[in-house]
Nanobody, 121 residues
């Protein structure tokens, strides 16, 4: 079994900051990419940021310059530092990982349960 557990969501005023964390645990052999998605009410889930095992990053245009993704490979943890938050950043944020499990010779996608981020104007 593999679990992704997120933390760090909450309510913040526009212009404020939040830091999300996501720890992967279980029978993990190796983690390829990790990232964050978000889904606002009535909208499709969208990619926010992702980071490879080598540290290469990619961001949605809407968050470039405001959000920063990082990871601690030793802790199987990915972080999302969100600065200059806007009301339109309000959404449920989901952690995502592409990983292989012990004795399972292929990559699979895993998702966290989601954490609510609400930005008030």
């Amino acid at each position: 079994q593999v679990q992704l557990v997120e933390s760090g969501g909450g309510l913040v005023q526009a212009g404020g900051s939040l830091r999300l964390s996501c720890e992967a645990s279980g029978s993990i052999f190796s983690i390829n990419a990790m990232g964050w998605y978000r889904q606002a009410p009535g909208k499709q889930r969208e990619s926010v940021a992702r980071i490879t095992s080598g540290g290469s990053t990619a961001y949605a245009d809407s968050v470039k310059g405001r959000f920063s993704i990082s990871r601690d490979n030793a802790k199987n943890t990915v972080y999302l530092q969100m600065n200059s938050l806007k009301p339109e950043d309000t959404a449920v944020y989901y952690c995502h990982a592409v990983l292989s499990r012990v004795r399972v010779p292929y990559l699979s996608n895993y998702w966290g349960q989601g954490t609510q981020v609400t930005v008030s104007s």
